[in-house]
């Protein structure tokens, strides 16, 4: 099985359970995030939720509305009519031109500052209800077109699809998009870079064919390296991620995320000297890779090696705490 058939969009139904909001941070985004509605063929809606990014702007995902007859926007009581939309159907992104001034415009983080284990939160309108704010951390930075398609725990649910990744000062990190069926940390935002680039494109630029789709939507074989490896993880073969991982790693071997995949997959396998060369080297490439630092930690104390566990322990307290907390009470495998 490929994630093509993990991963849906995010519209319609609401599940997610949510934990009660940092008041201050609530109070910093909750002017920028609205509910979009797109009126579909034989009078279908499509509930997402959407960024307001200029002063008459709004961003969303296009699996919401690219194939709307008709957008409103609806925020504070107030519905704007969208008179005009750019689409990127292939980064999943539209901007959307409401019929006159909405909402505040959303500061945007730094990309520079992201990193694995960095504390963020993620916001949207599931079901097209009240909006919801969820807490997390990011798991994973995966390339793409120069770019980093961002992997967080930060659970979102049915329409929030065009929702906001958020730092915890409010600031935007990404556009919460997609995620997997199979549970865990498997909740993807794409990112700024892109949002920018459409922002200041024309009209024309991004509108492709009929038969243009989302990079996570297309056939297994064509997504990007990450989707594909993370197919593997999510259905736990471990082996079959650890073949497809050593190819990444000869394909793009200054990327640290197929280190990683490669270094996961050896820890399940329990080979844990050869897990432990890999994780250094995604280390190399990134030393502030949370996850690499957590697979190395469990890697150590499997292997026996107390002095070495001790030093990358201590190293992940101080990017991921709540992940050292937890690998501290965990049994050696």
């Known amino acids: 099985m490929s994630l093509k058939w993990l991963l849906f969009p995010l519209l319609f139904v609401s599940v997610a359970q949510a934990a009660e909001p940092d008041r201050a941070l609530y109070q910093k985004i909750w002017s920028s995030i ?7 063929d034989q009078g279908q809606i499509a509930s997402g939720s959407g960024i307001v990014v200029g002063p008459d702007k709004i961003i969303s995902n296009c699996h ?3 194939d709307a007859k008709a957008i409103d926007v609806i925020a504070w009581n107030s519905k704007w009519k969208v008179k005009e939309q750019v689409k990127d159907i292939e980064h999943d992104l539209c901007l959307l031109t409401v019929n006159r001034e909405i909402g505040k415009p959303v500061q945007f983080g730094d990309a520079s500052s992201i990193n ?14 009240r909006l919801e704010v969820t807490d997390g951390q990011v798991r994973g930075l995966h390339n793409i077109e120069g770019a980093r398609v961002i992997q967080t725990s930060a659970p979102f649910d049915s329409g929030e699809s065009g929702g906001g990744l958020f730092d915890r000062d409010g600031k935007l990190l990404g556009i919460i998009t997609f995620k997997s069926q199979a549970g865990g940390s498997f909740f993807f935002a794409v990112p700024l870079a892109w949002v920018k680039k459409i922002m200041e494109a024309r009209a024309m630029e991004f509108e492709g064919t009929a038969k243009t789709v989302a990079f996570w939507e297309r056939l297994p074989d064509q997504q990007p390296p990450f989707m594909r490896a993370l197919a593997r993880e999510a259905m736990a073969d471990w082996n079959g991620l650890f073949i497809y991982a050593d190819q990444w790693t000869k394909d793009d ?28 080297k995604a280390i190399e490439l990134d030393a502030t890779h949370g996850q690499a630092w957590l697979y190395l930690t469990r890697s150590y104390r499997s292997s026996g090696d107390k002095v070495a566990f001790t030093g990358a322990l201590e190293k992940l307290s101080g990017l991921d705490a709540i992940a050292a907390k937890a690998i501290a009470d965990e049994p050696a495998r």
């Open 34 to 40: 609205v509910r979009v509605y797109a009126v579909l």
């Open 64 to 66: 919401v509305t690219r």
């Open 116 to 129: 694995v284990g960095k504390e963020v939160v993620a916001a949207g309108y599931p079901g097209g209800g």
């Open 253 to 280: 071997p200054e990327n640290p995320e197929p280190w990683v995949a490669l270094g996961k997959s050896l820890v399940q396998l329990k080979r844990h000297n050869e897990a432990i060369a890999a994780l250094k």
